[in-house]
Structure formats: C-alpha cells, structure tokens
T-cell receptor, first 110, second 114 residues
C-alpha cells in the first residue's frame, strides 16, 4: 500500500538552530516527490520537486534531498518567518494522483 | 497573474442542504483536483479530473459530486449525504503531463455546519 510518513509531527527551533525534516515513502513507481509549505488558513505553496535518488534542490535556507526510501528537508539557520507546516507528497506511479503526508509543523522562536 | 481562485473563503451549511464550492484556474492546466484537509490528517483526495468532461473518484468521494464542463472550472458540491462535511477544502491543478510537474493550490474554502 502506498504510504507517506513525515516526522517529526512538530518541531520547535531557536532562530539560527539548523535541523532536518523527514519524509519516508513506500510507493509503487515513484514519479516525483514534492515539498510544500503551508501557512495557517492558506493553500500549500510549492517548494521543490525531486525525481531521482541523489537529487538535491536548494532555495534560500532550505535544501531538499532524496534517497530511494526517504527525503529530507534541511533548514539552515532558520528565521521566524520559516514557521509553517511543511508537507511532502509523492506522485503515484499508476496514475495522475498525488499522495500527501500529514506534515511537520515548524515553529522558529526568535 | 496566473493562479487558482477558490470561493467563498468561508461557507456555512444547514442540515439537509447541498452547497457548492467554486474553483477557477487560469494556468491552462489540464488536471484539477479537490482535497479535504482535517486537523492531524494529510490531504485526502475527493475527486480529480484530467480532462474536460471526465473525472474520477478519489479516496473519499462519497457524499460529494463534481463537474468539469470547462477547462478552467471544477466546482465541488457537498451533498446532504456527506454527514461530516466540516473541513478545509483545497482545489489544485497541474499540467497533467510530466512526472515532475507539481500541483498548484488555491487558498481553500472552510466549510462549517450551522
């Protein structure tokens, strides 16, 4: 059964304290792994697409990596404005559907 | 600017009432989706459409209906058969082709029961 698991559920960091969020997946025929940021009361905002193991993408303080079983979202020297819920999704191999994890709620304390 | 517009932002439903949530996109995307988001749960797929006049049930389609008469529009009706409709509803679209093409989301409609 296709499954996406994100950990931890919640993470509190001091400003400047780097850390990583995890997304592990089991899916038949991965056709893309996606990271999104979601602010309260808003729709998810697209961050990265990763397609093959070993691939890395960066944007400002965020860096996403991919292995055959999991993806990490590394946050370097976070700022309070990085506080949000980060969602991971995979594109199912048999169709045009996406399967989402439950997210990691990140709080960065000044 | 291109994007996805959902309306209304807040919606209230009375017992036995059907309500319709609007979703319009000007991204020229072929595929459109409806998700339901509940606290502590991931986004769950209600319906999706890969092309005009065609749509498929997702994981939780019972109590919902959709139509896709135009490429730009994918309205969702929450029927009286949906006994627990209180949730945050998100509409998304994608190009429908290419494995690495992401979904783009609207800002959601929050539905509550009166």
């Amino acid at each position: 059964e296709d499954q996406v698991t994100q950990s931890p559920e919640a993470l509190r960091l001091q400003e400047g304290e780097s850390s990583s969020l995890n997304c592990s997946y089991t899916v038949s025929g991965l056709r893309g792994l996606f990271w999104y940021r979601q602010d309260p009361g808003k729709g998810p905002e697209f961050l990265f697409t990763l397609y093959s193991a070993g691939e890395e993408k960066e944007k400002e303080r965020l860096k996403a990596t991919l292995t055959k079983k999991e993806s990490f979202l590394h946050i370097t020297a976070p700022k309070p404005e990085d506080s949000a819920t980060y969602l991971c999704a995979v594109r199912r191999g048999t169709g045009n559907q996406f399967y989402f994890g439950t997210g990691t709620s990140l709080t960065v304390i000044p | 600017d291109g994007g996805i517009t959902q309306s209304p932002k807040y919606l209230f439903r009375k017992e036995g009432q059907n309500v319709t949530l609007s979703c319009e996109q000007n991204l020229n995307h072929d595929a459109m989706y409806w998700y339901r988001q509940d606290p502590g749960q991931g986004l769950r797929l209600i319906y999706y459409s890969q092309i005009v006049n065609d749509f498929q049930k997702g994981d939780i389609a019972e109590g919902y209906s959709v139509s896709r008469e135009k490429k730009e529009s994918f309205p969702l009706t929450v029927t009286s058969a949906q006994k627990n409709p209180t949730a945050f509803y998100l509409c998304a679209s994608s190009t429908g082709t290419g494995a690495n093409q992401p979904q783009h989301f609207g800002d959601g409609t929050r539905l509550s029961i009166l």
